[in-house]
């Protein structure tokens, strides 16, 4: 039930995150690359950890492995994303 709550406010994160978003400064254009990241990064990562959390409330020990390798990829997303918003605010 733990997981399912917590899958569920990630779930919320995620949609707050998809509202507000590091918008360029006036004038600046931004690579798509960036761009892409900057705009849909840290709602995506919101939304690997509630899959993590929603396959991890299965109970199954083989889900584990799985629920770990999402919340990894979600980990590496969010290093991605800093390293976009540092970037974009060098610039």
Not at 58 to 82: E, H, K, P, Q, W
Request: glycine content about 10%; charged content about 15%.
């Amino acid at each position: 039930m733990l997981w399912l709550a917590l899958g569920g406010a990630c779930v919320i994160v995620a949609a707050i995150y998809a509202v507000v978003w590091p918008r360029p400064k006036p004038g600046v254009e931004r690579p798509a690359w960036r761009h892409v990241i900057l705009r849909w990064g840290h709602s995506a990562v919101w939304l690997l950890l509630a899959t993590s959390c929603f396959v991890r409330s299965t109970d199954r020990v083989s889900a584990t492995g799985a629920a770990n390798v999402i919340a990894l990829l979600g980990g590496l997303l969010y290093v991605g994303f800093i390293a976009g918003t540092v970037i974009d605010r060098r610039g």
